[in-house]
């Protein structure tokens, strides 16, 4: 993305139809332009491009197709905004979220050291949007990995357990 594009994106921010516009793309085409274009983010270290993206996707209004952007965001290699995207999903707390945070859970942190936060820290993120979500599903994840070998996972999956009981 170049800089003026950028910049001309950012103004318009909350204006996703003039974004769409300025961008030559369709409603029905920006989940595969957002994702293309966070691959050249990427691959660039263009971080500033990432945030735009990820401003351009809270604001799709299909709350359906906002939650699939941000879940292929998360599992995106070498995203380095998984606290945001994952804030954004606790928001949502779309169940379609459930099996991306499994994915996340499952691979480890090794591809989040950037944050420099530790395995519990990180945790914390996936608990608090899974227990948003409030499905049988994402519940029964909390639960599944409350039972980590990992013991920062399932001291904070144990945790949001007891959070979940308190707030019953």
Not at 8 to 36: F, M, R, V
Not at 40 to 46: G, L, V
Not at 58 to 77: G, Y
Request: glycine share 4%; net charge negative; aromatic share 6%.
């Amino acid at each position: 993305m170049d800089k003026s594009l950028r910049m001309l994106l950012e103004q318009h921010s909350h204006n996703p139809s003039k974004q769409y516009e300025l961008a030559g793309i369709t409603a029905d085409g920006i989940k595969h332009y957002i994702l293309s274009e966070m691959q050249i983010a990427i691959a660039e270290d263009d971080w500033e491009a990432g945030h735009v993206l990820i401003a351009m996707t809270v604001d799709v209004a299909n709350q359906k197709l906002r939650a699939d952007i941000l879940n292929n965001l998360l599992i995106m290699p070498g995203l380095t905004l998984h606290q945001e995207v994952t804030r954004w999903i606790q928001d949502i707390g779309h169940p379609s979220s459930t099996p991306y945070i499994r994915e996340m859970l499952e691979r480890g942190y090794d591809a989040l050291q950037y944050t420099a936060y530790s395995d519990e820290g990180i945790t914390k993120w996936f608990s608090h949007a899974l227990s948003c979500i409030d499905t049988p599903e994402s519940i029964a994840l909390i639960r599944e990995f409350a039972s980590s070998p990992n013991t920062g996972i399932a001291t904070q999956m144990r945790h949001r357990l007891k959070r979940i009981a308190e707030d019953d």
